[in-house]
């Protein structure tokens, strides 16, 4: 593999590009955007969507969750969820179940 190609991004790119053409069937990305531009975030959450493969992201980057068309699956509290909906979805739940949880604790 090519990794002396530019920074970051560009470098990112590339390695996207090559793993790409060797067509593995499941692709695993953990914290892909670290170090990237905007520019670079925008390629890579088109790259993925247009990707035949199934891609699994590790991520905090609420652009790219929110970019890439993914079922999200949300770690917590030693389970894994499915999340119904879209990311804005999983946010406005997440706020009312603090809302929530804020409420009751002002009651005690």
Known sequence: MLHS???GGQKARV???ELACRQPDVLILDEPTNNLD???IDALSEAINEYK???IIVS????LITETSCQLWVVEERSVNQIDG????????V???LGETLVNKVKE
């Open 95 to 97: 706020l009312e179940s």
């Open 5 to 7: 190609v530019g920074k």
């Open 15 to 17: 390695v996207f590009a």
């Open 60 to 63: 905090h980057d609420a652009r």
């Open 53 to 55: 493969g199934a891609v």
């Open 86 to 93: 879209d990311f804005e979805d999983y946010k406005r739940e």
């Open 38 to 40: 905007i520019e670079s």
